[in-house]
């Protein structure tokens, strides 16, 4: 091509070429070859063009939300919340309408297989072979040798477990999520416990609420239920019968559940408990009267000091307190995840006695127990996957079987759970999508997605009615994967004996059925049925069984005053300068990572897409020298990562905080080298109740020197004027 | 180089040229278009004519018409219900895939002919409820073997209809011309 | 040249479907914007595309910032999704006319097939809420067997934007005419409101005046329409509250 050949007439010509192949290709036979299979036999209610709706559970996370999924030709086209459902009444969050992109993910295991340790590349196995394996493990090793570790979701499959434990003796099943970690669910139970005598979850009545005070309860993202409270938060916002209700958030850094709060009060991380037992005693002291013993040995003065807030602000927190009905607080989060996080916890829940709100709208009740369930069981704490990390490293554990949960992933790194895998001689896998657990494994003997599955899920906290939520599948298996329920029972008849005996089924719905069959004698749920095969009808019709009553209990607080309450000071490990703030992301949580709309999904507080940042404050940016977009090396005790900055405009100068959620070595093409994981920082200091003290640590930061442009959905240029040179 | 291009072209034999090359471009347009007017081959040759000579509705077959969006192809199980009664499917030729796709579990492909491209959505319903007759789209069966296109499904061809049903109704002609109402 | 005769007359139009978004109560968690997402087949185009600002959302949530720290505040959440202008100001710059307002519905509808990709209807509109099919953007199989029937699957080179869930509309209208009857209020939401946790978007006629949204929009008084003062007579009202 000469020069005399522009641009123009490139274009012309090259408009000529692409009408005459339009012309030729576009109109001709090929693009009308279509072909369509019509169903063999066509399910009953199904029309062609026509959807069918199918009630089933969401797991995405723990809280158990019902899903109403829209199906078309057996395909699934939509989740939408089940209105029927106690827990949601409809709604869904950005997760639960996300679940398509697990199933239809083209990066699942489609295949049951084997393969060395840590290699990406593995060998299809059968699933005879696949359930003789299973069995050999359980049959050829000392029960005491033999361990399970469970996800948070599902109950049904963690009851299997649970039975088959209790009658062969082999480990109970250990359950864990990062989820449980960064809520520091064991901290609340046992604060309660301690409080109340009685353990349980804990229920926020937020709807009902006049004033909320939240110590880093994240409730609008992750925390415990969030869709629920979310509806709680809207109730506490605009219920009609009320005026509109406050939400006070104390928290180092600005979460989206703060960025809606009326007044967000950046304290110094760790002075959480002083607050709350200033603001107590301040409140006692405004009604006057004797000081109980809870309240007596805080000095309202230095709390002030310590934690950074007026002593006016906290007066006039203490007079809502005093004198109005529906005063609330919560404890939760990056509060209680300190070395003093169970302090807090108790702090927190005796300042609810002050406003003496248990049992009262807008107060604290405990949660409904589901309705097959005869105590509340929390998820392991951190410090008990230490222990079982420990005996793991140790070579206690013969044979470890992983479902529903990425241990490599979701562990701090002080853990170094991936190195005591070695001391395991057998590891199988139950995942459904490649996972870091799953390259670590033996074999990977893939579950159903959930969409795909049986199932129930036990609604622990959010509902005011005991609510057992149901799953069933709602297309047929995509691959060829096979129900871990039903590999189990299979490989325990295989196996004989007392395995054998312990699961005399013929199937997961049969097991399903044995636990749901109880229910029909069960007074006071919204349906009822005189046979079984009927009750399970109704039980997949409405997508769970329920109770219609408010069975939420009240806690036993007579006590509570007298106890005598400390406020530590908290401890944190690392040398740096600057306090260290995991938060799991809103969007991805921990296991979004590979489905590519919750990766395009702009993080609510900064916008970003597609990436991990490191959070922190403009002032302190500057006085590094750091831009947005720098690369930064964090360093702590546990490990380093390297991640581009994020000038956050809502977080205290002495904080940085990191998005966990990304920074996957393997989980599909998404997720896979993208990001980083703060876990790898995180190191093993626990709170006295064995949570995870993810808070509670110091980082350096070094720079880099390079750059590393994040994806915004926010315009640099149009926002901050980036871009714009002089004259903007 | 362009210019030298457009030089030779204006001589005669460069206008015999260009004139060849159009008149192949058109042929082979021609032809392609007139290729999509032809029914396709079908995985079993089906004969529409006897079907409906013996009286079976159509929707008896395509029940989703009358419902929904889609029309749909009947499930192996419907043809299967009458033609394991009848002697013929044995020994038939015509009706092996049949026989071998229900023994085989696999389904047959058929190939749609009467289609509108995807940026276009049609609901069968809308038109059934109308008083609309099937052949007044697909032509009478009664008359055809493999089912074949009487006529281009172009948006001419839909605005004719709609546009002589709305008539003077001007709420109905401004629902019926509507973009809206067919592309989203 | 539009005549201020004209102007006066399209003023005294009133929309049909509208919407109220409650910023006080919208929590920014994004659940609206992936039910869009799977509702629409709508694409997602990568790290490095989403960087240049190509992402494909139909709806987004906004929100500023507000002083500085310690005082700093996020402004209420807001959803910013089509406006469905009753005077749009994307429409006339179309020379395919390709976004055109539908008689029907009264919704600013985007007509694929017609649509040649000039993009002077995203440079014209306010909102800024458009988006350009920049590339064929892959989604990798079996992704597909997601997609939902019911919307075209857009190429390369089309423009796109928030339909209010044409689809859902239609499907009510013909369900409700099968059975003989008029839409109900409430019968079906589109697919943002359908999912919102907190409830902060309704949906609705806003012509009907014992309609979910006309009564919201009555009750809470002092909303807001974003830009009204350019005359394009939007159809979602936004309440601040606080």
């Not at chain 1, 809280?63 to 086209?77: D, K, N, P």
């Not at chain 1, 007074?523 to 329920?546: E, I, R």
Request: some cysteine.
């Amino acid at each position: 091509m000469t020069d005399n050949f522009s641009r123009r007439d490139f274009l012309k010509l090259a408009g000529v070429g692409a009408a005459t192949s339009a012309i030729l290709t576009g109109c001709g036979p090929a693009s009308r070859y279509v072909k369509r299979e019509p169903y063999m036999e066509m399910p009953e209610y199904t029309y062609n063009g026509l959807s069918t709706y199918y009630a089933t559970t969401c797991r995405e996370c723990a809280a158990g939300c019902g899903l109403v999924v829209r199906t078309s030709q057996g395909r699934a086209i939509k989740t939408e919340g089940n209105a029927n459902h106690p827990l949601n009444l409809g709604k869904t969050c950005a997760r639960g309408q996300a679940t398509l992109h697990g199933l239809y993910n083209p990066d699942r295991v489609t295949d049951p297989i084997q393969r060395k340790r840590g290699n990406a590349s593995a060998t299809a196995v059968d699933w005879d072979s696949a359930t003789q394996t299973v069995a050999d493990a359980l049959k050829n090793n000392k029960p005491s040798e033999i361990a399970f570790l469970l996800g948070t979701t599902s109950d049904h499959l963690f009851d299997l477990v649970a039975d088959l434990s209790a009658q062969t003796g082999i480990n109970p099943p250990v359950r864990f999520g990062a989820l449980s970690m960064f809520e520091s669910r064991a901290t609340l139970a046992k604060a309660a416990e301690n409080l109340f005598g009685e353990s349980g979850m804990p229920f926020f009545d937020l709807g009902g609420a006049q004033a909320v005070f939240s110590f880093g309860a994240n409730f609008l993202e992750t925390w415990l239920s969030p869709v629920s409270y979310t509806r709680g938060f809207a109730g506490l916002r605009e219920a009609l019968t009320k005026k509109r209700g406050t939400l006070v958030q104390f928290e180092s850094r600005m979460s989206s559940t703060a960025g809606k709060a009326d007044e967000w009060i950046p304290l110094v991380p760790g002075t959480e408990a002083l607050v709350a037992l200033a603001i107590g005693r301040l409140a006692l002291e405004l009604r006057g009267g004797p000081l109980p013993r809870a309240f007596s040995d805080i000095d309202p003065k230095s709390a002030a000091s310590k934690s950074g807030i007026k002593l006016e602000t906290l007066e006039r927190y203490a007079e809502m307190f005093a004198n109005s009905a529906g005063v609330l607080a919560i404890p939760g989060g990056a509060a209680l995840g300190q070395t003093n996080g169970l302090a807090v916890a108790e702090a927190v829940l005796t300042l609810n006695a002050v406003a003496d709100n248990f049992g009262k709208p807008g107060g604290v009740f405990f949660s409904p127990l589901a309705p097959n369930q005869a105590m509340y069981q929390r998820s392991a704490s951190v410090k008990e996957m230490q222990d079982f990390t420990k005996k793991l490293a140790d070579g206690k554990i013969k044979v470890l079987f992983v479902h529903g949960v990425n241990p490599v992933f979701e562990l701090p790194a002080a853990l170094e759970f991936k190195k005591a895998l070695e001391g395991v001689e057998q590891v199988i896998s139950f995942s459904t999508f490649p996972d870091e657990t799953a390259l670590e494994s033996d074999y990977v003997f893939p579950d159903h997605h959930s969409l795909e599955s049986w199932g129930y899920q036990r609604v622990a906290t959010g509902s005011n009615q005991s609510a057992l939520s149901g799953s069933q599948p709602v297309v047929s298996p995509f691959y060829n994967t096979r129900a871990t329920a039903d590999v189990l029972i299979a490989a325990a008849q295989l196996a004989g004996g007392k395995f054998a005996a312990a699961l005399p089924f013929k199937d997961e719905v049969e097991f399903l059925q044995s636990k749901i069959a109880p229910l029909m004698s069960q007074s006071g749920g919204f349906f009822s049925a005189a046979d079984l095969p009927t009750f399970m009808a109704y039980f997949q019709q409405y997508g769970g069984w329920w109770q219609t009553a408010d069975s939420r209990t009240v806690p036993n607080t007579a006590d509570i005053f007298n106890r005598s309450l400390k406020a530590p000071e908290a401890e944190f490990a690392g040398e740096g300068e600057f306090f260290f703030m995991p938060f799991v992301s809103p969007t991805l949580a921990e296991a979004g990572a590979n489905k590519p709309w919750l990766q395009e999904l702009p993080d609510p507080t900064t916008t970003v897409m597609w990436n991990t940042w490191v959070e922190i404050n403009p002032e302190t940016a500057h006085e590094l020298g750091l831009e947005d977009d720098d690369v930064v090396k964090i360093i702590s005790e546990a490990g380093e990562l390297e991640l581009p900055v994020y000038r956050y405009p809502a977080i205290r100068p002495d904080t940085i905080a990191i998005p966990f959620g990304q920074g996957h070595t393997a989980y599909g093409r998404y997720a896979e080298g993208r990001g980083a994981n703060p876990t790898d920082l995180l190191g093993g200091h626990f709170n006295e109740a064995g949570d995870l003290a993810f808070a509670g640590m110091k980082v350096k930061i070094e720079k880099t020197g390079r750059k590393q442009p994040l994806s915004r959905l926010e315009s640099l240029m149009g926002v901050y004027g980036v871009g714009l040179g002089e004259e903007h | 180089m362009i210019k030298r291009l457009f030089d030779w072209l204006r001589q005669p034999l460069g206008l015999i040229a260009v004139g060849i090359t159009l008149l192949a471009v058109f042929s082979v347009a021609a032809y392609g278009i007139s290729l999509t007017q032809q029914a396709p081959e079908q995985p079993v040759q089906f004969p529409h004519q006897t079907h409906v000579a013996f009286g079976i509705q159509c929707l008896y077959c395509h029940p989703g018409a009358a419902k929904g969006p889609s029309a749909g192809i009947p499930a192996q199980a419907k043809c299967w219900a009458c033609h394991n009664q009848i002697a013929k499917t044995e020994t038939s030729l015509l009706l092996a895939p049949l026989k071998q796709a229900v023994i085989s579990g696999k389904p047959l492909e058929w190939v749609p002919v009467a289609q509108v491209p995807d940026f276009v959505q049609f609901n069968h319903r809308a038109h059934i409820a109308a008083g609309q007759n099937c052949e007044n789209c697909h032509g009478d069966m009664s008359k055809q073997n493999v089912a074949e296109n009487p006529q281009v499904f172009n948006m001419g061809f839909c605005l004719d209809c709609h546009k002589q049903v709305a008539g003077d109704d001007h709420e109905k002609l401004v629902k019926l011309v509507d973009c809206g109402t067919c592309h989203y | 040249m539009i005549r201020p005769e004209e102007i006066k007359m399209s003023a005294e139009e009133t929309g049909k479907w509208g919407m109220v978004m409650d910023q006080d109560i919208c929590t920014g968690c994004q659940a609206c914007v992936v039910a869009c997402a799977m509702e629409n087949n709508i694409t997602f185009v990568g790290e490095e595309d989403s960087g240049y600002g190509r992402s494909m959302h139909w709806i987004r949530i906004e929100r500023f910032w507000e002083g500085e720290y310690p005082e700093v505040k996020m402004t209420p959440n807001q959803p910013m999704l089509c406006q469905q202008c009753g005077s749009a100001t994307c429409e006339p710059v179309c020379p395919a006319f390709a976004t055109v307002h539908s008689q029907a519905e009264q919704l600013n509808l985007q007509v694929y097939n017609r649509c040649v990709g000039t993009r002077y209807c995203a440079n014209n509109c306010p909102y800024q809420v458009r988006s350009f099919n920049w590339r064929d953007y892959e989604r990798p199989e079996p992704l597909s067997n997601q997609f939902n029937p019911d919307v075209t699957v857009r190429r390369r080179g089309v423009m796109e934007k928030c339909t209010f869930c044409i689809q859902r509309i239609h499907k009510a209208q013909d369900k409700a005419k099968s059975e003989g009857r008029e839409v109900v209020d409430g019968e079906f939401t589109t697919a943002c409101a359908q999912a919102c946790p907190a409830s902060a978007i309704t949906f609705g006629r806003v012509d009907d005046p014992e309609s979910l949204v006309s009564q919201l929009a009555k009750k809470r008084g002092h909303g807001i329409k974003h830009l009204e003062e350019l005359g394009t007579l939007p159809n979602v009202t936004y309440f601040k509250g606080g």
